[in-house]
C-alpha cells in the first residue's frame, strides 16, 4: 500500500476554461499522523531523495518529502499509473531550461517520455497544496502553464509589506477593507501573485512583486477551500493561475 499523509482524493477548480485538480495534504508536523519520512522517501526517486537530503531543517526536509510523495500520488492517479513509475523531472527556467535540474518547477517522465501534466505545490503552516492539469491535446507550442500557492495570512503582517509586496492599485484596494481583514486580503493579494509567477516559471527574478498587479487578473483563481476544508479557518489563503 502507498503510503499517504492526511489528504482526500484531488477535487477540481476551475480557472477560466481549464479545470485543475487541486489537493491538500494537511498535518505536516511531528506527530500528526503522516506517514515517517522513511515511508514516504521510498516512494521518492534518487534525485528527489539527493535533494531531501541536502535540507538541513528537519521540519523543512519532512514537508519536501511529504510534497513530492503526494504530488507523485496525484499524477500518478490522473494518469492510471503507480506512483513508484514515475520518474521526477524538474525545469528550472534560468538554469535547466530543458529538464535536468532537481528543483524548479514540480514534474515527471513516464517511459522516458514526460508527462502531460502541468503541476504545481505550494507549502505553508504544515499543510501542502498540489494542483495538477491534464495537457493532453495542447497544441506543442501553446501547453498551458500552472501555478499554486498557499499562503499563511500571519506571514505578510510585517511593516512595510504593502510598500515592497503591492502596486499602487493594490494598496488602494486593501485600504477599502476593514481593519480586521487587511491581513488576509493582503494575504490573497500574495497568494494570487505567487501562483502568477510560478506559472509563468519565472518567479520574481524578472519584477518586483510591486509590479505585478493581480487585482482583476482573469488567470488566476482564489481556492476559499479545499477538499472541505475551510482555508480561513486555518488563516490561510490560497490560488491558482493559468497561463494559456
Known amino acids: 500500500m502507498t503510503p499517504r499523509p492526511n489528504h482526500t482524493g484531488p477535487r477540481s477548480a476551475p480557472v477560466g476554461e ?25 516512494l521518492l526517486d534518487d534525485v528527489e531523495r539527493r535533494r531531501a537530503a ?49 528543483h524548479g518547477r514540480p514534474g515527471y517522465t513516464l517511459d522516458g517520455g514526460t508527462i502531460p501534466l502541468a503541476l504545481s505545490l505550494s507549502r505553508a503552516d504544515g499543510f501542502i497544496l498540489l494542483g495538477a492539469l491534464d495537457v493532453r491535446g495542447a497544441v506543442p507550442d501553446a501547453i498551458p502553464r500552472l501555478g499554486i500557492d498557499l499562503t499563511a495570512v500571519a506571514e505578510v503582517g510585517f511593516d512595510g509589506f504593502d510598500d515592497v509586496s503591492l502596486t499602487t492599485a493594490e494598496r488602494d484596494a486593501v485600504r477599502t477593507v476593514p481593519v480586521a481583514g487587511r491581513g488576509a486580503a493582503r494575504a490573497r493579494l500574495w497568494a494570487r501573485k505567487e501562483a502568477l509567477v510560478k506559472a509563468l516559471g519565472t518567479g520574481f527574478t524578472d519584477r518586483d512583486p510591486s509590479e505585478v498587479d493581480v487585482l482583476t487578473d482573469g488567470r488566476i483563481s482564489d481556492l476559499p477551500s479545499v477538499d472541505g476544508v475551510v482555508l480561513a479557518s486555518e488563516g490561510l489563503v490560497a490560488a491558482v493561475a493559468v497561463i494559456p
Open 18 to 42: 481549464h479545470p485543475v485538480a487541486v489537493m491538500l495534504v494537511q498535518g505536516i508536523r511531528s506527530g500528526t499522523g503522516s506517514p515517517p519520512e522513511a515511508e514516504m522517501l521510498c
Open 54 to 102: 541536502r535540507i538541513a531543517d528537519a521540519a523543512q526536509a519532512v514537508s519536501f518529502v511529504a510534497g513530492r510523495q503526494a504530488l507523485r500520488v496525484l499524477a500518478a492517479s490522473l494518469l492510471g499509473v503507480q506512483p513508484a513509475d514515475l520518474a521526477s523531472e524538474s525545469v528550472c527556467p534560468v538554469c535547466s531550461p530543458g529538464g535536468t535540474a532537481d
